[in-house]
Structure formats: C-alpha cells, structure tokens
C-alpha cells in the first residue's frame, strides 16, 4: 500500500469517527451521515476516489456482516411459523414483484432502456438490506417480532435478487434466456447454498467441539462465514444464503462449545469489525455518487431527477401494496394482536422498513462493461438509478421511521425483557436448588453456603415474577450501585500501584480485567431488556 493510499484511508476513517459522533449526539443513525458524508468527501478537490472492486465488496466484507446479524438474529421469532411464512413471502414474492415492477416502469420510462437492462435493475434494486436495517434499527425500540421479520427478511432476499441478478446479467451479456433454465439455477442456488452452509457449520461445530483453546475457537468463528460464501460462490450457488444457514444453524451450539473466555474475546471483534466495515461501507458508498453523476452527462439533471424519483417510487410503493396486501391474508396475519387480527401499526413500520444499501450498489457497479453485442447498455444508468434508490429508502424512510414510530405508537412489546428476567430468575433458582445439594452434603462451611444463598436468593427475589418483592429489588439495585463504587476505587488504587511502579502492567492488565468483567455484570444486569445481552 502506498504512503498516499494510507494517507486517504486515514482520512476517511478519521471522518467516519467524526460523522458518527455527530450522529449520536444529534440521535441520527450513523449510516444516513455516512453516506451523506461520503457524498460530500466525493466532491473535495485533491481526494482521490477511493475505487474498490465491486467483487471484493461481495467477498470480503459482505460474508462476516451477514453471519454476525443471522447470530444474533430473534431465532425463537424467524423460526415460527407464521415468521417463515411472512418472510418467505417478502423474501421471494415481493422480490419478483419489485423487480418486474422496477423493469417496467424503467423499460416505458427510459427510451434506451431494453426490457433486459431494465429487469437487471429490478433485480439490483429488490431487496432490502440487513447491512443498511442493522445500524438504523439499534437506536430504536420495537416489538421484537417487527424486527425478526425484517431481519430474516433482509437475510435471505439478497439471496433471491442476486440469482435474479446473475440470471438477468447473463441474459443480457449472451443475448438469451430461457425462463425454466432461469428456474432450474434459482432452485440449484437455494439447494446448494443450504448444503453448503450446513456443511460450514458442521465444520465449526466439530472444530470448536474437538479444541477448547481459546483462539483456535475465535479463529474458527472468524473462518466460518468465509468457508460457507466462498464455496457457494465459486461453484454459483448463492454465497448469501450459504452465510445465513451457517449463522443459524451455529446458534444453536454455540453456547455449548465454545468457551466462555473465547466467546468473550470472538464477542468483542465481531462487534468491533461489523461497526468498522458497516462504517466503511456507507462512507464508500457515497463517494461514488460524484463519480457516478459525471459519467451521466448527456442527461440533463431535469431527467436525471425524474427517473430517479419514478424508480424510487416504484420501489417504496410496491414494498407498500405488497406488505399490506399481505396482512390482509389470513395465514400471514403476523405481526398481530392477541385477538388473532393483524396489527396494522405493525404492518405499517415493516412496510416502511425497506432500505437498500451498500450491497445493491456492489451490485451495480459489478455489471460487466461489455456484452456480445458491443457496451452493456445503459450501464452507468443503472448504477445511477440503483443510488437514488439507496437514497431514498436509507435517508428518507430510514431517516423517518423514528417519526413514523411515534406517529403510530408503535413501542416495544416487552418481550425481551420478560424474558431476560424469565431466564435470570430461573438460573438463580437452579443455582439455589444445586445450592441445597451442596449444603446437604456437608463438606462446605455453612457461612459460606449462607453467602452463596444470599447471593441468589436476591438474585431470584428482584427477577422472579412469582417471587418479585420490590424492595429486594430496591436493595438489589442499591447493592449494584455500591459496587460500582467500590469497583471504580479498585480501578483507581490499581493505577495508583502501577504508576508507582509496585506491579507490572502485565499484572495490571489481569487485575483490571477481572475488574472490567465484574463491571460488565453489573452493566448488563442494570440494562436488563436491552439488547445488550448477546453474543455468540
């Protein structure tokens, strides 16, 4: 790399940290500043543009993001039936109806625009992304069951569009297409992709059962997502849908084999990688609209500005019909209220839910230059039209849904915390009863049981909805508080020894993680139905 591609990449990761914090402070979701930051970047005279294939894009980055969202994903909601049911129909048939609407409305708008070129951007422009939905979301409180339908939505529609798109790309490039061939490699492409992806997670499963050392464990987690897309997508089977079974299917084992020290440190990267690339993405994004735009100069902006509009239209208002279409079907009358009728608040914020992001425009800037019959045809178009998509969607509807949250009174259900303290109370009571076995026995000295049963005791009285008494709740809360307290005075006299040269900072480095872990408890306990206890 050199010195003046180190000094570019500097600066825009040092703009990614200041955008970022002006969005926390102003409340906004980092990817809206981040884009609209990039576009800005674009535009300064002596900045480079930062051009990256798009296939790389594809390979490197998409994998972990994908993976880290389908671990973490509301499984107990994706898994339902009325949740597979909604997402099977968002995730292929508003799929196939967003790309025909998109290529029709292009092939009678556009005069250049062959029907091939415009289902291509159909295609491109017909699923939402998990990588844009992700960041906008986190800062938001909904019902969990609105947010795993979205997920699981965006995890497996990419799979669909990007078959679509390979179908599409292929037609146009050889000047053929055959719809039952077009069938034929869509159901290969889910086929091989759920076999590849079992086999990945195979792997990670045998690995991490067969070795507990602590980083060979993180490495096969950080490997997992690269060994499921990269076989899929070298024998044409869909990569993204190969991550998406890997990911949900590790869920249900990881907990078991992996360490609780490696879990900690995996934990730890992949929140801190996924930030990173997400940022970096959006960033990149935007710089190529300067590029994109200038490469357009035979329309004038007047046309520029209404096939934009028209595309993006069409896109927000089919997502619109269809999503509200399908509530009104018996079988799919999720999200729904307890009296069995579909819940329109609901409905509403997940058809107001569809941002496309950075996986689209990959998508776009991929298209080949050349078909056999001369240039691919209205190519950087496409790419154009693709952005104002992304921009509508990510800025407009991911900017308002806050707004549209609160006009609907739409909040959080409560799931989560329910069963946060479900699974709090319930392991403090297993704690208990294991507690009794070992008091029994006797080999324990009683002011040490009388501790312990303390301990939990307080634990199953502030979390158990049967036993809940408030004031040891209060107590609770206050001994939380204490230790915190007390925790920071630690901290300080441990710098204190360091700095006085008493200790190591090796020594240092342990005693303060000790001190880090007892203070995360806290943390996570105090943030009880908050999204905060997750990881691998």
Known sequence: MSSGVAVDLAAIFGAILMLVLIANRLGVAYPILLVLGGIALGYVPGLPQLAMPPDLVLLIFLPPLLYWESVTAPTSEFFSASGLWWIFQLAFGLVVATMLAVGAVAHALIPTMAWGSALVLGAIVSSTDEVAFAPIIERIRIPRHVIATIE???LVNDATSLVLYGLGITAVVSGSFSLPHALGSLA?????????????????????????????????????PFLAYLPAWYLGFSGVLAVVIAGLITTFFTPTEIT?????????????????????????VGMQFHHILSALHRLTGL????YGVAISATVIIVRLLWVF?????????????????????HVAVLAW?????G??????LAIPLETAAGPFPERNLTIFLTFCVLLATLIGQGGTLPFVLRWLHVRDDGEDER????????TAKAALRHLDEIARRGDVPPLLVKVLRARFTSRWSEFSATGNDPEAARDADLYRHLTAELLQVERRALIDLLRAGKVDNTVMRRIQRLLDLEMEEIDLLEATGHADIEGE
Do not use: C
């Not at 046309?303 to 209404?306: G, V, W």
């Not at 399908?326 to 329109?344: I, V, Y």
């Open 303 to 306: 046309q520029l500005a209404l």
């Open 260 to 284: 609780p020290r490696a879990r900690e440190r995996v934990t730890g990267f992949w929140v801190t990688i996924v930030f990173m690339v997400n940022a970096f993405i959006f960033v990149l």
């Open 325 to 345: 279409a399908q509530g009104l079907l018996p079988s799919t009358n999720e999200p729904e209220h307890a009296e069995g009728k579909a819940d329109w608040s």
């Open 353 to 357: 839910s569809g941002m496309r992001g």
């Open 152 to 154: 699981g939505e965006s």
């Open 419 to 426: 069963e946060e303290r479900f699974a709090l109370a319930y």
């Open 359 to 364: 996986i689209s425009l990959a998508a776009a």
């Open 188 to 224: 290969l492409s889910v086929a091989g992709a759920v076999v590849i992806g079992g086999a990945a997670a195979l792997f990670a499963f045998v690995g991490w059962h067969f070795t507990k050392d602590d980083s060979l464990q993180a490495i096969i987690s950080l490997m997992t």
